[in-house]
């Protein structure tokens, strides 16, 4: 009835529809009872002709891979970071390359501005970030294609994240993106102070840089303070350091509560920068082991920063001999002229306060699971006045969030408005959106 290289056509067409099937104009159906007519009367001219849109759609569909994002909260989520586990576009990698991947949204003609990161080291992509809006409960369908020639296309950014060792100022680590920035102190600023010299800061606490343009300002700042020592205490139009870290937990240190004592860490004696980039920025520091009473803790803190964001996120390791009671997280009263609100509850606490003629508020975030409770700790001790969050570790791991708004950089005009930012924070963690291959 049929010749034989027509009944070799058959099954192969019928086999690329489950794969083609998206990019087809036609439904299926019509393809195949159209097909089997033209197999009837062995017209293999007219097959050919109706596999080309066929072999072309699935030619496309090798070249790309479809996605959604949905967001399951009734409130809007702006430059949400959305992570796409490489292991999904293994194929496109391997094809193309990964910095030839270029995601759009869909029906739309920019290129999303995207970071590839190595979480391990290891030399291979582990996942590919962008960044989107979204409206309550509302889903975007994107495309990530692979092109020849795409890394030209990939679009650049002047704001971006940035994180770095420091060793020109004695060994700071400090980060940034494009609305705060942070640092913290290595073994040397330690060992200056231990051994009595002047110009050391001998403290695991977190400090804050209070900054109030985009663009980024480490290396700037940096550079002005090898020309005019402490040049960044100093407010020139970007912003500038008026934080007081000392021997406290300044914006989210970490230690362990026992006894109405505060054990904490020294500083830290390592660190690894581990992806910098336009979406988000990650390090991790490691100390040397630390007394906690009769115990002996090992720390080690992940720290993330994504653009757009005044929160950092901690991913901190404390194994110890003996097991913990707590892992406290504090935040530094000063000299307690601020005020605290907290809803555990919801998961975040914050202080308020005024801040050299402005006003600062410093926040955290936490699963509420893990708190256990919080407490004001107030005492006439210099640096050691702080809202201390109390939580429970997962196996010897505790992930919070930290940050700040500084009513001068035009973020947050009052503690409400910080309050809010907090709240709602919290409710996006609780609830990450949702992708879908």
């Not at 964001?309 to 991913?315: A, H």
């Not at 003629?357 to 001790?381: C, N």
């Not at 700040?404 to 009052?414: E, V, Y």
Request: with cysteine; hydrophobic share 35%.
């Amino acid at each position: 009835m049929f010749s034989k290289g027509v009944l070799v056509i058959f099954p192969f067409l019928a086999g690329l529809m489950p794969f083609c099937k998206e990019r087809i104009i036609l439904p299926p159906a019509f393809y195949l009872r159209f097909m089997f007519t033209l197999l009837k009367e062995n017209n293999r001219f007219a097959v050919i002709i109706l596999m080309l849109p066929l072999l072309f759609a699935c030619q496309e569909e090798e070249n790309q891979k479809n996605f959604t994002v949905k967001n399951t909260l009734d409130q809007e989520r702006q430059r949400e970071t959305i992570s796409i586990p490489a292991k999904e576009l293994e194929a496109l990698i391997g094809k193309f390359g990964v910095e030839n991947l270029l995601i759009q949204e869909e029906g739309g003609e920019e290129v999303l501005l995207s970071q590839a990161v190595d979480m391990d080291g290891d030399g291979s992509i582990d996942e590919i970030l962008f960044q989107t809006d979204l409206a309550p409960n509302a889903e975007k369908k994107f495309t990530i294609e692979g092109r020849a020639g795409g890394k030209a296309l990939q679009p650049g950014s002047e704001i971006s994240t940035y994180s770095r060792f420091v060793p020109e100022r004695i060994d700071d680590y400090t980060w940034e993106n494009d609305r705060v920035a942070f640092r913290t102190y290595g073994p040397e600023a330690q060992r200056i102070t231990e051994s009595g010299e002047p110009g050391g800061t001998l403290t695991s606490g977190m400090d804050a840089w209070l900054k109030r343009v985009e663009y980024p300002i480490i290396d700037k700042w940096y550079a002005n303070h090898l020309k005019s020592p402490g040049a960044y205490h100093i407010d020139s139009g970007e912003g500038y350091d008026p934080y007081h870290v000392g021997d406290s937990r300044g914006v989210g240190g970490i230690g362990v509560w026992e006894n109405d004592s505060l054990y904490v860490s020294k500083n830290f004696i390592s660190h690894q920068t581990i992806a910098t980039g336009p979406i988000r920025t990650i390090f991790e520091l490691s100390y040397a082991p630390w007394q906690a009473g009769e115990r002996t803790i090992r720390e080690t803190k992940r720290i993330s920063l994504d653009l757009g964001s005044n929160l950092s996120r901690y991913e901190v390791v404390l194994e110890s001999d003996q097991p913990l009671p707590n892992a406290a997280v504090g935040l530094t009263l000063h000299e307690q002229e601020g005020t605290i609100n907290a809803n555990p509850d919801e998961g975040w606490f914050r202080y308020w306060e005024p801040m050299d003629g402005s006003e600062l508020g410093v926040g955290l975030v936490i699963d509420p699971a893990r708190v256990a409770e919080y407490k004001e700790h107030k005492v006439t001790t210099k640096d050691q006045s702080h809202l201390l969050v109390l939580a429970n570790p997962q196996q010897n791991k505790l992930t919070y969030w930290a940050g700040f708004g500084w009513n001068k950089s035009g973020q947050f005009k009052t503690p409400q408005e910080w309050d809010q930012y907090l709240a709602n924070f919290a409710k996006r963690i609780a609830s990450p959106v949702e992708v879908k291959f």
